[in-house]
Nanobody, 124 residues
Framework: VHLVESVGGSLQAGGSLRLSCAASGDNPSWYCMGWFRQVPGKEREGLAGISTAGGRTVYADSVKGRFTISRDNAKNTVYLQMNSLKPEDTAMYYC??????????????????WGQGTQVTVSS
């Protein structure tokens, strides 16, 4: 599975941004999908995960209520809607795919395929 994230951006605190991740290759709809982020010097943080059909989602406490993960299997695309952004949300954001998945998880080690990442910068 090949994953390509949309271009991120720079915006002010309180703003919103939607990231997308286009998947191609071996039946992307068979994979759970997740969004992660990483800042230099820190471990990659799992933000949100979604099951193959989109019926199950999981969120990190740090983004619960602000971020929403969704997917459109007809377009082989996963989205991360980010609202009420804060400066601490500044990071490189990655989407990832997890095969043989029953429920979505937030552990990066469960994911086998990764996008190249996209930078999101939030200023105060």
């Amino acid at each position: 599975v090949h994953l390509v994230e949309s271009v991120g951006g720079s915006l002010q605190a309180g703003g919103s941004l939607r990231l997308s991740c286009a998947a191609s290759g071996d039946n992307p709809s068979w994979y759970c999908m997740g969004w992660f982020r990483q800042v230099p010097g820190k471990e990659r943080e799992g933000l949100a995960g979604i099951s193959t059909a989109g019926g199950r989602t999981v969120y990190a406490d740090s983004v619960k209520g602000r971020f929403t993960i969704s997917r459109d299997n007809a377009k082989n695309t996963v989205y991360l809607q980010m609202n009420s952004l804060k400066p601490e949300d500044t990071a490189m954001y990655y989407c990832a795919a997890h095969d043989r998945c029953y429920v979505p998880v937030l552990s990066p080690t469960a994911y086998s395929y990764w996008g190249q990442g996209t930078q999101v910068t939030v200023s105060s």
